[in-house]
């Protein structure tokens, strides 16, 4: 696959999203930029394709607005969304899907799995996850979706790693064969 005028933008507010971002950046040796800092990046000339990875936060795929405002929309070829979402969960991952394609028309998605330390994360976001967990919890066990019993099992052990990097080995063998 041609390099060529390509970049990878990512939103991250623990580093896992970012981690991934960096990986895929440097097997491809792109350039590689958070979205708060990427104006500058945007505005050089002749970039043809972008790549995003944003996590999920609250059933919200983060920085797709922020990022459509300032690359084209038509040139983001794929996200890579980053969660706890279960990859079994077609609803959670199509209502995922709807929001990328409400900004990135073009894009394909891609799920990747996530990390979470609860005993690291701000206050606010501590709170968050009680809510969410309290909320879940009042749920029979079958009323809950895939991603929320993940939520909840995910908020009990306080530590969750669901990252894997060979994920992306996997996309760049079929990106680099197209
Ligand atoms: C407050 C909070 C809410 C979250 N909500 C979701 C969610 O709705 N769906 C999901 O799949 N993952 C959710 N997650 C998990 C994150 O997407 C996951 O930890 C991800 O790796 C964070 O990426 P980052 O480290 O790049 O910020 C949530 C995590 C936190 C802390």
Known sequence: MSKTNAVVIYASKYGT??????????????????????????????????????????????????????FDPDIVERVFVVGMTDPEDKETIQFLEDQVHDYMPRASVSLLGGKIDIDKVSTSDKMLLK???????????????????????????????????????????NLQKN
């Not at 052990?157 to 760049?172: A, K």
């Open 17 to 70: 999203t970012e981690a991934y971002a960096k990986d895929f950046a440097t097997a491809l040796d792109l350039p590689v930029c958070d979205y708060h800092k990427c104006p500058a990046l945007a505005a050089e000339p002749g970039i043809e394709k972008v790549y995003v990875f944003a996590p999920i936060y609250r059933r919200t795929v983060a920085g797709l607005p922020e990022i459509a405002h300032v």
């Open 131 to 173: 809510v969410m967990y309290a909320f879940e919890k009042r749920k029979a066990m079958g009323e809950r979706t895939p991603t929320e019993q993940r939520l909840v099992e995910m908020v009990e052990s306080r530590q969750t790693d669901m990252t894997d990097m060979t994920l992306i080995e996997h996309l760049l063998e």
